[in-house]
T-cell receptor
């Protein structure tokens, strides 16, 4: 029972490089999302998805792309990394509809852009 | 829009002291309310939740009551332990439709408990 799995846990990038943060869940959740955590600002929603093939922007989507080709996976792509994207990234998933409103989080990915 | 305001930290307590972390919110409709906890170097774990007015969420000795009249969801624990040292986040989510899953978080409150 893995829950929400994120990789990598730590990454250092140079400005301008691209990379993908992976997220997978094994709970058959329809809803998946990405947040970033910055000091003193709590967590802010980047992108989310309510099912395979459906994605939408959250509060801070600029500089990030997502896709949802399967129910299980929801990768986050940084197209051209900038120092402002240094943050801790959390993937989350949950059931939709009347099955509950609990969102489960992965363990986080610490990203530093130099 | 939605917003969550938590008491400013950090909060430093001695073991067995009483804990209160204040949380107030602004939201349309009838949101669900949550407390998440983040232990050092780890991800977020759901601590407790409440889905309607006057509900009390509880877990691991922590409690919070959904107070619609004061738009508050304060976290309390009667006797804290060193192992409770963590960052605590208050959050809300509007129910249903396109709002599902979109959590609005407070800024987090750092709690340190000394022996």
């Amino acid at each position: 029972n893995a829950g929400v799995t994120q990789t990598p846990k730590f990454q250092v990038l140079k400005t301008g490089q691209s990379m993908t943060l992976q997220c997978a869940q094994d709970m058959n959740h329809e809803y998946m999302s990405w947040y970033r955590q910055d000091p003193g600002m709590g967590l802010r929603l980047i992108h989310y998805s309510v099912g395979a093939g459906i994605t939408d922007q959250g509060e801070v989507p600029n500089g990030y792309n997502v896709s949802r080709s399967t129910t299980e996976d929801f990768p986050l792509r940084l197209l051209s990394a900038a120092p402002s994207q240094t943050s801790v990234y959390f993937c989350a998933s949950g059931m939709t509809g009347s099955f509950g409103n609990t969102i489960y989080f992965g363990e986080g990915s610490w990203l530093t852009v130099v | 829009g939605n917003s969550v305001t938590q008491m400013e930290g950090p909060v430093t307590l001695s073991e067995e002291a009483f804990l209160t972390i204040n949380c107030t919110y602004t939201a349309t409709g009838y949101p669900s309310l949550f407390w998440y906890v983040q232990y050092p170097g780890e991800g977020l774990q759901l601590l407790l939740k409440a889905t309607k007015a006057d509900d009390k969420g509880s877990n691991k000795g922590f409690e919070a009551t959904y107070r619609k009249e004061t738009t508050s969801f304060h976290l309390e624990k009667g006797s804290v332990q060193v192992s409770d040292s963590a960052v605590y986040f208050c959050a809300l989510m509007n129910a249903g439709g396109t709002s599902y899953g979109k959590l609005t978080f407070g800024q987090g409150t750092i709690l340190t408990v000394h022996p």
